[in-house]
């Protein structure tokens, strides 16, 4: 069939807002015991309402009442919100962020935390189940009653299944995460780290045993120290501990007490940013063999190693993207992962035949002629250094443009320590399927390049990945790929940031839309949460020391230099990025007289849930670039 005619940007597409808001059921954790399946949905159409849900013998059914939310809102990003053994579930209820102990075998369900003095002021998350069934432990995140970021207090607590008693059994550092205990119930492995360090800055990892009455001895650190991450600790079947960290440079695999790593050295990322509890970038298949979601320019796959000979090789690279949701046994392995063409899905893979099913396969399908592969590319940028992106051409089964090249739509991703990948999103087809060409910056300071490349953007924030934005607009357009007229770029939160100082600090871009993103540096340093309230520090640099610093790359203090017009979108119960950052914004364009459009969203926090948001976010958007970018 000959496709019509139509100008870039104007095509009509099948994937509609709707489609988005349909789609973006979010998958948390996924859990395996006794070989039956257990992932977390948060579904829009009810309210982003967390449930659980188990797989056995082949059928799906939810476990979770309604009466409950599982979400816990540790660090504010969450993660770990459930966990289990046997017939055991425990879970955080997001009303109440309490812990909650599910028995799979009669139905009951009982409270086993006691209630905060005020809402959400104790969150609980990230925990294990002892094999006597006994006892869990856990992480715990105490808030203060009109206390700062400074005033949180994280630890590690012991709680009694059938008693109830809580007892604290590590203290004393900033942060604490992933308590393991190991299968044989002696022993307990957990990550702790401190101000200003991120967790992929500096972590150390501990180990301790258990007296007979849940007591923890002997006590001792087993890895990490300086500019050292360690990241997902773990237990093999025959009670070793293993982890990832990153002493040579890139995120590899090692077992306490051993120096070398397990495998030749080899520049692939075996570890993911620690933005989010309860991830697991490898598992054991038995005492012997384990599988590891690997990272190579930016593109991940599964690879297999042999314990006794150390050989490391590609298992298999169906899928170049996994959320960091894996669990395996001798026989299957399980994840949340993605290619090209197919999104974000839970995957069983038979490890033997590496036959695979699609738990959670529909009768909707996307068109496969609506989509645009990416292809990755390696650009020159500032400093005669590299950086990365992926590349979406416009694409469309009806229609096709004459002439003219195609506006370019620029995403910077969030973090800034996160990572874009190849797979099948919906959200960037949207563009691409509607004549839009799309890049995807994988900018100086991103995961999944080593760790020379993640620390490049330190002191460095708001310059190095505004640069890299601009360097991929420019090498596209050099290649003659898009229209150097019509350049946009768009982000959220630590994007929304690199956005607002494009748009702000340089003239490349005719529009912008920054959703959630921050514009006072300042004002973030101060009213941030716990986990981010230092992160500033290593990225911008240390205050007050810094303090001008910050003053010149807020792109609050230098609206006078904003010459385009800006869409920003914020959820008004945003504790990450306050709605004041993008308030700030607002007044100075309008003191500017600048064309903007600013649109709040009640009910919405870091990420929006609701469909209707995602629907009119989407319109708000689409209308903004068609007035003024086309």
Known sequence: MKKQLKPFGHWDSEISPQMLASKSKRLGQIHLSNNDLFWLESRPEEKGRGVIV?????????????????RTRLHEYGGGDFWGKEQLIIFANDHDQRLYLQNLSNGEIKVITEPAPFKHAWRYGDGDIHPGQKFTVCVRERHQQNGTAHDVINELVLIGLETCELFIIASGNDFYSSPRISPDGQSISWLSWNHPNMPWDETQLWQAEFTEFGQLINSKKVAGGEQISIYNPQWSPDNQLYYVADNSGWWQLYQAGKEQALHQFIEIEFGLPQWVFGC??????????????????????LYKLDLDSGQLALFNEHWSVFSGQFVANSQQAYFVAANAYQGQSIMELELRSQLADDLLVTSEKTNIKLISKASHM??????????YGYFYAPLSHQFESTNELPPLIVMSHGGPTGMTDPGLNLQIQFWTSRGFAVADVNYRGSTGYGRKYRDSLKGQWGIFDVDDCIAMAHHLVEQGLVDKKRLAIRGGSAGGFTTLCALTFHNDFKVGMSRYGVADLLSLANDSHKFEIRYLDSVVGPLPQAKQIYLDRSPSEHTDKLSCPILL???????????SQSEAMVKALEAKGLPYQYITFTGEGHGFRKPETIVKAFEAELEFYQKYLL
């Open 54 to 70: 188990v797989y056995q013998e082949g059928q799906k059914q939810d476990i979770t009442p309604e009466k409950y939310s599982v």
């Open 280 to 301: 697991n970038s490898f598992q054991f298949v038995d005492s012997k063999t384990l599988l590891a979601i690997g990272t190579k320019q930016g593109q991940q796959a």
């Open 378 to 387: 390696a650009f020159p940028t500032t400093g005669d250094a590299e950086a």
């Open 569 to 579: 979108l914020q959820g008004l119960e945003d504790k990450v990025v306050p709605p």
